[in-house]
């Protein structure tokens, strides 16, 4: 059960940490999330080589955790969650593309291992802004954001109900764990065998659960409309920080700033 109940505890997290009164958790939550998308859509515009023009991104989520004084380790633990599927990827690629595409004085690199390392940078640098957003915003304004912009209020509503409502899940699976271990044989973790008829037992479970937190939202007024409040307008401080860094990122994707200051280095050293 302790795993269980670091699991909630893990899924609150970050929107106990969106609670924040620092200059990042200020600023309007429709321009963190322009912000957020615009950084999403310069990543994905790089070809599958251009790596080197990829580093300078990095600093956008690294300053914007360091002035929301966000635990850098635990946005970590959770990126690496998605990390096997990331190398799942781009995992045949140095065996499919074999060309030398950059040389080094110690070694050479193939087309196929720098695209490969450009789908973990991307998947990285995406997901950690992901993160990033709700650790800053929290769920409920992003939802409300996405009301302004028009977004399908049937989409708003499956993300905030998955979101809220997968603790209940875990919930579940932990007293059914539980239940199973206080029954079992002194077996360690669950037989193969069972994993069947537990899982069926978990669905029940499920359904069961599902309907009556249903009857008790009706009980309370839910009509298919979730209320995430009124949001502030936007101020000019928050016009100022999305010119800022779309100015950054735009001059990231037309210039490559790595290969221009090996350029300026090597001339001076010369």
Same mark, same amino acid.
């Given at each position: 059960m302790s795993n269980m109940t670091t699991s909630l505890y893990n899924i609150r997290l970050l929107d106990e940490l969106a609670e924040k009164k620092t200059i990042i958790h200020n600023i309007h939550p429709l321009i963190k999330v322009l912000t957020t998308v615009l950084y999403l859509i310069i990543i994905v515009s790089f070809n599958k080589y251009e790596l080197s023009e990829l580093l300078p991104l990095i600093f956008y989520p690294?300053?914007?955790?360091? #002035?929301?004084?966000?635990?850098?380790?635990?946005?970590?633990?959770?990126?690496?969650?998605?990390?096997?599927?990331?190398?799942?990827?781009?995992?045949?690629?140095?065996?499919?593309?074999?060309?030398?595409?950059?040389?080094?004085?110690?070694?050479?690199?193939?087309?196929?291992?720098?695209?490969?390392?450009?789908?973990? #940078?991307?998947?990285?640098?995406?997901?950690?802004?992901?993160?990033?957003?709700?650790?800053?915003?929290?769920?409920?304004?992003?939802?409300?954001?996405?009301?302004?912009?028009?977004?399908?209020?049937?989409?708003?509503?499956?993300?905030?109900?998955?979101?809220?409502?997968?603790?209940?899940?875990? &919930? &579940?699976?932990?007293?059914?764990?539980?239940?199973?271990?206080l029954r079992s044989r002194r077996e360690k973790g669950i037989s193969f065998s069972d994993w069947g008829p537990l899982i069926g037992h978990l669905l029940l479970r499920t359904i069961e659960r599902a309907q009556r937190v249903y009857h008790s939202m009706c009980c309370r007024g839910f009509t298919g409309a979730y209320h995430t409040g009124s949001v502030s307008r936007v101020r000019t401080g928050d016009v100022f920080y999305f010119a800022g860094w779309g100015i950054y990122f735009m001059v990231v994707r037309f210039i490559n700033i790595p290969a221009t200051l090996g350029s300026l280095i090597t001339g001076v050293v010369r």
């Open positions: 690294i300053i914007v955790i360091a #002035l929301a004084d966000l635990p850098l380790m635990i946005l970590l633990k959770r990126m690496l969650i998605a990390f096997p599927l990331l190398i799942g990827i781009g995992l045949f690629n140095p065996l499919f593309d074999r060309s030398t595409m950059v040389e080094l004085p110690w070694m050479q690199l193939s087309g196929g291992w720098v695209s490969f390392l450009s789908i973990l #940078l991307k998947g990285v640098l995406t997901i950690l802004a992901a993160l990033v957003l709700i650790a800053t915003t929290g769920i409920t304004r992003i939802a409300a954001v996405l009301g302004m912009l028009r977004v399908p209020r049937i989409f708003i509503l499956q993300l905030l109900l998955t979101y809220r409502y997968i603790s209940v899940l875990v &919930e &579940e699976v932990g007293r059914t764990v539980r239940a199973y271990a």
